[in-house]
């Protein structure tokens, strides 16, 4: 490092104002990343660990400190399951792209479990320089995945064991059908995937027009049924039997479910035989039954893989603990603030609260009365909030509120006060009452930034003020407050240098 590197120089200038509080901050930012992140995250280099967050040791049960240095095959089954991936990475990693696989991996404890890895090398020039790890324990779902192949599976053994042909079509193309489908039109297994439903008509003019018919009679939630001649794939017709019903009346490009059955015969006997018209009428009756229970079938397996996507977005946007906001949703949400208060020449607050004494309730009470203290002050902050206001869980007892459209400091003012006055309640565990008070830093949307990331950067810096003047207060952010950070960064600088380089003597 150079003089000017050293001393935060650009081109031999004045240092940047902030610059070193927005390094400190960053680095910060960093570390509550690695340290509250849902994900293993881990770096090696020379095939061994140097570095990991505490949720990689634990998935692999061990502490950081215990896994640090060891070698990579420690969590792997075996030495070969090792080499093999490790053949498959060099490769991707060398070309300075992203691996990304499901791999068995092995816990301390000689468990094994499925694992989704993602892998970065630092420089893809230089392997040596260590590579990027994230892992995430997939055993969940892996079990959900299974359990709905087995599902699948279960269906489609219904569909085939049926003596009638079943398809669903979608976009006029045929999704998917049973193999008595297939056989009906005399196509192998998988042939009719993909096609356009009109390779099924005899007469394509007399289908475009009967297409045009049913889309409207679908519409209405009704069920159509015709007879009409069909083509198979040897070019021989026949008459068939045809009833469908849209999965969604209102969503028609969902698709429909088809009923087809070769009604040569039957066509040929009710003409020359009307006496047998109560024989079929029954007939009928039992094969719109079959529909029925075949519609619920599979607007129940649709319904379900609906409620998964929402949970899972819902899953991906939230805290676990106190169902709040996360990082994800608070950045999005603020800057669709911000957005909003520019257009209205409005001004928006960013509180950035930290729970004072938070880690002795932890180490006294327990995580258990933690969580509870993190839930009962999650619901203490929204019950003072109005609507159009969010709270978000960033990590740990760390909150941030975005307060949009305001137009004077003194609510901003009114609001952190009775926020202080709420959460310093004591929270009552067990018959236990525990307490914490919360340290609010906030920054003002333009004045102290003019984006997310420095509005909430800005709001931390607030928020350690109003811890540095004795916690339980609340701080409006100042550049006084980045100059010392900026000295707190230099101290804390000088003092590591000092130590490293022994320069400290006790008198």
């Not at 519609?295 to 946007?317: F, S």
């Not at 909150?399 to 901003?412: A, E, K, M």
């Amino acid at each position: 490092m150079n003089d000017g590197e050293k001393h935060g120089k650009s081109g031999g200038g004045a240092p940047a104002p902030g610059y070193a509080g927005r390094t400190r901050f960053t680095q910060l930012e960093y570390e509550a990343v690695l340290a509250n992140a849902s994900v293993g995250i881990a770096f090696t280099r020379d095939r061994k660990f140097f570095l990991c967050n505490p949720k990689f040791a634990e998935m692999f049960g061990w502490r950081p400190e215990e896994l640090i240095g060891q070698e990579g095959e420690t969590i792997y089954p075996s030495r070969e399951s090792y080499e093999e991936l490790a053949r498959i990475a060099v490769p991707v990693l060398s070309e300075g792209r992203r691996l990304e696989l499901e791999w068995e991996l092995r816990r301390r404890d000689g468990s094994l479990f499925p694992c989704h890895v993602i892998a970065k090398a630092i420089n893809e020039k230089n392997l040596q320089q260590g590579t990027v790890w994230i892992a995430q324990d997939i055993t969940e779902r892996q079990r959900q995945r299974d359990e709905l192949e087995r599902s699948v599976r279960e269906q489609e053994a219904i569909l085939n064991a049926t003596l009638i042909g079943i398809g669903f079509v979608r976009d006029r193309k045929i999704a998917r059908c049973n193999r008595r489908f297939e056989q009906l039109f005399g196509y192998g297994p998988g042939e009719l995937a993909g096609l356009d439903s009109m390779v099924l008509a005899a007469d394509p003019q007399d289908f475009e027009q009967f297409r045009d018919e049913v889309l409207a009679r679908l519409s209405t939630g009704e069920t159509v049924e015709t007879e009409r001649r069909a083509r198979r794939k040897d070019g021989s017709e026949f008459w068939c039997k045809i009833t469908g019903r849209a999965v969604d009346p209102q969503m028609l490009e969902q698709g429909a479910i088809w009923i087809c059955e070769d009604v040569s015969d039957q066509r040929a006997a009710r003409e020359s035989l009307e006496s047998s018209r109560a024989v079929l009428e029954r007939a009928v009756v039992e094969r719109n039954t079959a529909l029925q229970n075949m519609n619920q079938v599979l607007e129940a397996e649709i319904g379900e893989r609906k409620l998964a996507e929402l949970r899972a977005q819902y899953l991906a946007d939230h805290d676990a603990l106190t169902n709040l906001p996360n990082r994800r949703l608070l950045e999005d949400r603020l800057t669709q603030a911000l957005a909003l208060s520019e257009r209205n020449r409005k001004q928006t607050a960013v509180m950035f609260i930290d729970l004072d004494r938070f880690k002795a309730v932890n180490d006294s009470a327990g995580h258990a009365a933690g969580d509870a203290v993190l839930k009962e002050v999650s619901q203490r902050l929204a019950k003072q909030l109005r609507t159009g206001d969010t709270i978000c869980r960033i990590g740990g007892d760390e909150f941030v509120v975005v307060l949009p459209q305001f137009t004077r400091l003194s609510d901003i003012a009114h609001v952190s006060q009775k926020i202080i006055e709420t959460v310093s309640q004591p929270v009552n565990y067990n018959d236990q009452d525990l307490s914490v008070s919360p340290s609010i830093g906030i920054s003002i949307f333009p004045d102290d930034g003019r984006d997310a990331e420095s509005l909430i950067r800005n709001a931390d810096a607030a928020m350690y003020h109003a811890k540095e003047t004795g916690r339980a207060n609340y701080q409006f952010f100042t550049e006084q407050m980045n100059l010392a950070a900026t000295r707190r960064m230099q101290l804390e600088n000088d003092l590591r240098g000092a130590l490293q380089n022994q320069e400290l003597r006790m008198f």
